[in-house]
């Protein structure tokens, strides 16, 4: 399956039209909140199938330290089974975009 998985408290996965085009992400976040998107190959638009409340992100855990903020990361997987297979992107650009 070619897909996009978004891994919270539970694991989601977005079936893609696309084998070939090619797969944008996108991830909106403000004083409360991320919201996590994607777009295939063209179009302008973007779907945004999860938004998350960023207090999720720093919760306190046994012992003591902890960092507060946010990590997004891009990776394959074996559809859920471990894999030893690597991650090969043909092309990986991230750009930051000013608030409006």
């Not at 720093?58 to 902890?66: D, H, M, R, T």
Request: charged share 15%.
């Amino acid at each position: 399956m070619i897909g996009l998985m978004i891994l919270l408290n539970k694991v989601n996965r977005y079936k893609l039209s696309t084998t070939s085009a090619d797969v944008r992400l996108k991830v909106i976040g403000n004083s409360t909140s991320y919201s996590l998107g994607y777009a295939e190959g063209d179009t302008a638009s973007f779907t945004f199938p999860v938004t998350f409340d960023s207090s999720a992100l720093s919760l306190a855990p046994a012992g003591g330290f902890y960092f507060k903020g946010a990590a997004f990361g891009i990776y394959n997987t074996g559809n859920g089974k471990p894999s030893l297979v690597p991650a090969d992107f043909k092309y990986w650009q991230q750009t930051a975009t000013a608030l409006t």
